[in-house]
Nanobody, 122 residues
């Protein structure tokens, strides 16, 4: 059983920064941040596996950084140079068996947090 809880969202002006955090209980193999904006499909934006390998969506590459602490009990998403199109509900997600490597395939993640809102104004 994995439990996830996000924190750190909020509102920011374009060009600003935010850091999302996710507290993790249990033992996931891979973790990711996904988002769903108004009228959009849920998409994975960053993922990390147990070796620390990461993968990013093209839309956030160079602006967002996914990381986790050494104990793997906290997952982070550092978001810089935020744009209005980054406005979305952001979800922390965990995979416990479908994949061993970081993946942006949302279907690989079988545990989800409740989500946290990020709003970027122009």
């Amino acid at each position: 059983q994995v439990r996830l809880r996000e924190s750190g969202g909020g509102s920011v002006q374009a060009g600003g920064s935010l850091r999302l955090s996710c507290s993790v209980s249990g033992y996931p193999i891979c973790m990711a941040w996904l988002r769903q904006g108004p009228g959009n499909e849920r998409e994975a934006v960053a993922a990390i596996d147990s070796d620390g390998s990461t993968v990013y969506a093209d839309s956030v590459k160079g602006r967002f950084t996914i990381s986790q602490d050494n104990a793997k009990k906290n997952l982070y998403l550092h978001m810089n140079s935020l744009k209005p199109e980054d406005t979305a509900m952001y979800y922390c997600a965990a995979a416990t068996g479908a994949t061993w490597r970081a993946t942006l395939n949302s279907n690989a993640y079988n545990y989800w947090g409740q989500g946290i809102q990020v709003t970027v104004s122009s």
